[in-house]
């Protein structure tokens, strides 16, 4: 997996720093944060924290004691031992969109299905770069509700050999996906001493954490299964619009999250989460890969250091409702400080179109590209006497021209990034292959992965022990 | 102007910057730099440096004596003297592309022209962001080869109030560009004083100065007036494929270079050049917004200030034949390390496209996005105790929204950017309108900037006494 040992790029001053810090003390102590599971609140109070109702008023000092009991680093564990994850230091794993309801191939946008899902799985498997498909990577519209979870986790099991996320509709459904985890890494035991899963917490932002959630979060800490903690702020909407209140906010949710985390088995692995744009103040949209967007990256990152927390940020997030110049550029907006801010957990790193409603066929490949491109970016010079190539100099002379030198031959092959997507074809060249825009070739490209997709190996016994749970499972909650 | 008081992000260690410097002390003295110019030649002679031939095997510490003449910032004047900018230091200045022989307008792809010169030049000046149309915005074919300059920089004089760069075609059209110059300005002894131009003297690399360029060099140097002196390198070719080789052969040659400017007239302000892509090592075609000219990029602004040069880097490139997903990040994967690198004189910003071949329409208003987005990105957040609102989570309570809170109502105008051409409508909306993508969206937007465009002030007087110079010396030109 991809270590990203460049230098973080921090843009918080000491004092800036000592100013947010005194405002989620604040903010925690006297507005407090909603939690809506009764078990949540009588956790908290027999921790000593101050009740009423819904509302924990918490002491940020016991918040940090919580805080310095999650793990600084740990690793998540993939069915194929290769593919197992690192996650917090200078580790970066990138997962596939989460989330949409909707899909786009070519000019066709359409209600996401199974067959979908199936496929972007199988995507995420094909590229190395990626190192999840993700969880929901969009939503199998035509399966039913209830069961739908059972029929994801069992493509991500089968289809990829990679680690995925658990769901988190329901207590339920994380229940169902810690058993199928169970049986295909042999037994709980197991997978309480080596996570298998990453959940994604999301807060109703501001300031609440909803009840399915919750169950989610309580099912997944009691089986040591990392959570990412993760506000949810869209600027405007969800929080002030200063980015200062933003990240203040953004800082009391989570940590209200993760001592949760801590207080339901301590030591669980957390990601400090961020999930933060802001929206169109004239028409109330969401919008993503802005400048705001980018500078909230940047900060979160550092205030997660702060904290000694690995954390879960940035993707290739786009408003663009197709994968156009907008989708390329907002994309790149937000990854490229996904790298100089350090994330350690990379969500929506491939197929996010038109504010995260869209997984986008083409647009998946867009990211992979930009993905490769940035690890490619943030991988450190060898700077040596070999490297300065003074021969090749006094072999080609002035004015002369290096393709042929030996200095040349010797590295031709491996010396530059490899485009994966992006042509440098001379327009004649180009026109006669057809024209095609950058969209158009992604088509291609993504075809022929599918095409060329081989199932990892899976034991036949595990397989049919899945399947016989889902099947079970499925006639259980009456679909 | 933008001031970029961001901190700079700087990836090469003392240790890489002491191997870096032994390598350009040795390729200086061991193999040299070659000046096609007798003046050239004859001064670095009269100045104690070995001379064999037309190459001169330079003594870096002389070089750098030389470099310590030169200012480490100074000031470039407009006509409107609101448009006047700072080179060096925490300052950035972006000028349109530079030099593309081919337009494209929409599915137009054509040889460009005066008219598309001048609609360009009228682009530049419409976009405050731009601070200014550069100087060969594109060729103008349909013009005389022989005194098209005298058009282009009339049309840069008249249809722009910024600053403007200087014709290097050889140093007859130097000289009348510096004329020229004296004329609007008022006097060549007051643009000896203030320059009025800025101009790119490219090396034939590897390590060869043409006889066209050193003309032009020696030209404007004598008028005080700005060079940019560029290592033109595409690794593989012009340079070794090891991006370390690249670096240490780009110092080279600027620094030989600044050598010269300053024994033409010591203090002459310069820039330290660099315009640094790969190849394609399988087609040779050239490739920009690659991973390669982007660490490139990174360091050169290092190095830049380790000699205490202002640097010129950066733009919006791309290989893109056409505006699309490619052309977007391509143009932002160059555009985001000319930020973090604080370039200080930021050439192709706007419009460049197919490797530089063309200059696009459509791609001109998605680099000006881009440009304006960074500004806003690359602006330092305030953070105080207002900037936290911690009375707006008061008044919204939690699991509220912020849209019709007091704090909001008091910034909703200005807190976040507004796009000029990034869409977050909802698709349904995006769909009654017609479903346009970013290129769509960008000709209505170059078409209604050239609608409204409105010619700056300019004084009668003088324009007639630039219009009489081009008359003559159109005819002394034969054309």
Redesign the interface.
């Known amino acids: 997996m991809f270590r990203n040992v460049?230098?973080r790029?921090?843009?918080?001053s000491q004092?800036?720093m000592a100013?947010?810090d005194a405002?989620w003390r604040?903010?925690l102590t006297?507005?407090?944060?909603?939690f809506a599971s009764p078990r949540a609140l009588e956790l908290f109070r027999a921790a000593g924290q101050r009740v009423e109702d819904?509302?924990v008023f918490l002491d940020p000092d016991f918040v940090l004691e919580q805080v310095a009991k999650a793990p600084r680093e740990f690793d998540v564990a993939a069915r194929n031992p290769a593919n197992s994850i690192h996650i917090g230091g200078d580790a970066m794993a990138f997962g596939a969109v989460y989330g949409p309801p909707f899909v786009r191939e070519g000019d066709v946008?359409r209600d996401a299905t199974m067959a979908d899902f199936r496929a972007f799985a199988k995507l995420a498997q094909s590229f190395p770069v990626l190192d999840s498909a993700g969880g929901v990577v969009c939503e199998p519209n035509d399966t039913p509700l209830d069961s739908r979870h059972l029929d994801m986790t069992l493509a991500l099991q089968t289809l990829t050999d990679k680690i995925y996320m658990g769901n988190v509709v329901s207590g339920v459904n994380a229940r169902d996906t810690i058993e199928m985890s169970s049986i295909l890494f042999g037994g709980r035991d197991l997978i309480e001493r080596a996570p298998a899963t990453i959940s994604l917490i999301n807060c109703?932002s501001?300031?609440?954490w909803d009840d399915r959630m919750l169950e989610s979060l309580i099912e997944y800490c009691e089986a040591a299964q990392p959570v990412v903690l993760t506000p949810f702020i869209l600027?405007?909407?969800?929080?002030?619009?200063?980015?200062?209140?933003a990240l203040?906010?953004q800082i009391t949710e989570a940590l209200s999250g993760i001592a949760l985390a801590q207080l339901v088995r301590p030591g669980c692995p957390v990601i400090f989460g961020s999930f933060l744009s802001?929206i169109?103040?004239q028409?109330?949209?969401?919008?993503?890969?802005?400048?705001?967007s980018?500078?909230g990256l940047l900060?979160t990152g550092q205030i997660a250091r702060h904290f000694g927390l690995p954390f879960r940020s940035g993707g290739a997030m786009t408003?663009?409702?197709?994968?156009?110049?907008?989708?390329?550029?907002?994309?790149?907006?937000t990854l490229?400080p996904t790298f100089?801010a350090g994330a350690n957990w990379v969500m929506h790193s491939a197929g996010w179109l038109?504010?995260g409603?869209v997984a986008g066929y083409e647009k998946f490949v867009?990211d992979v590209?930009?993905v490769q491109?940035?690890r490619?970016?943030f991988t450190?010079?060898?700077?040596?006497?070999a490297?300065?190539?003074?021969d090749?100099?006094?072999e080609?002379?002035?004015?002369?021209?290096?393709?042929g030198?030996m200095?040349?031959m010797e590295?031709?092959?491996t010396?530059?990034?490899r485009?994966l997507?992006?042509?440098?074809?001379?327009?004649e060249r180009?026109m006669r292959g057809g024209?095609a825009?950058?969209?158009t070739r992604?088509t291609r490209i993504y075809q022929q992965k599918l095409a060329d997709y081989e199932a990892p190996p899976l034991d036949d016994a595990i397989r049919e022990e899945l399947e016989a749970f889902v099947t079970r499972r499925r006639a259980e909650l009456g679909d």
């Open positions: 460049m230098p790029y921090e843009v918080l004092d800036a100013t947010l405002g604040r903010l006297e507005v407090g944060v909603q819904e509302t946008r109703n501001p300031l609440r600027m405007g909407a969800m929080s002030p619009v200063t980015i200062p209140a203040v906010q802001n169109d103040m028409s109330g949209s969401p919008t993503f890969g802005t400048p705001e980018g500078i900060c408003s663009s409702q197709v994968p156009d110049a907008q989708a390329g550029y907002e994309a790149l907006m490229m100089l038109e504010g409603l867009v590209e930009l491109m940035l490619e970016e450190p010079l060898e700077i040596d006497e490297s300065l190539a003074f090749a100099h006094v080609v002379g002035h004015g002369g021209h290096f393709l030198a200095h040349t590295r031709f092959r010396c530059f990034y485009p997507l992006s042509s440098s074809e001379n327009y180009w024209g825009d950058a969209a992604a």
